[in-house]
């Protein structure tokens, strides 16, 4: 069972900045791609960035391309999503996910369908 765990959420004024980290229970993160998606009220799910087991590739979604980074280090068995310029329409619940087709990859995607194993999610909230 990959089991993930997502922190680091919490109330932001815009224009701030908030860190969130996924970690893992019971497997080693770094041979996995992960993706972060989240999820508003009323909305569907939408993928946000995605990276490779390695890190050598990632992937954004327009919405958050130019003020959100990525990355990982798998010495603490961690991948990171740095959020700056958070604007009120970034208020969502977030989370992270891998699947075993993410074994050792060399991509990564934004499609939540592919992905089998989900965080229980950290929820991020603009307030001005």
């Known amino acids: 069972q990959l089991q993930l765990v997502e922190s680091g959420g919490g109330l932001v004024q815009p224009g701030g900045s908030l860190r969130l980290s996924c970690t893992t229970t019971?497997?080693?993160?770094?041979?996995?791609?992960i993706g972060w998606f989240r999820q508003a009220p009323g909305k569907e799910r939408e993928g946000v960035s995605c990276?490779?087991?390695?890190?050598?590739?990632?992937d954004y979604s327009d919405s958050v391309k130019g003020r959100f980074t990525i990355s990982r280090d798998n010495a603490k068995n961690t991948v990171y999503l740095q959020m700056n310029s958070l604007k009120p329409e970034d208020t969502a619940v977030y989370y992270c996910?891998?699947?075993?087709?993410?074994?050792?990859?060399?991509?990564?995607?934004?499609?939540?369908?592919?992905?089998?194993?989900w965080g229980q999610g950290t929820q991020v909230t603009g307030s001005s």
């Open positions: 996910a891998t699947d075993r087709s993410y074994f050792r990859s060399r991509a990564c995607g934004l499609v939540s369908y592919e992905y089998n194993y």
């Open positions: 019971g497997f080693t993160l770094d041979y996995y791609g």
């Open positions: 990276i490779s087991s390695s890190g050598g590739f990632t």
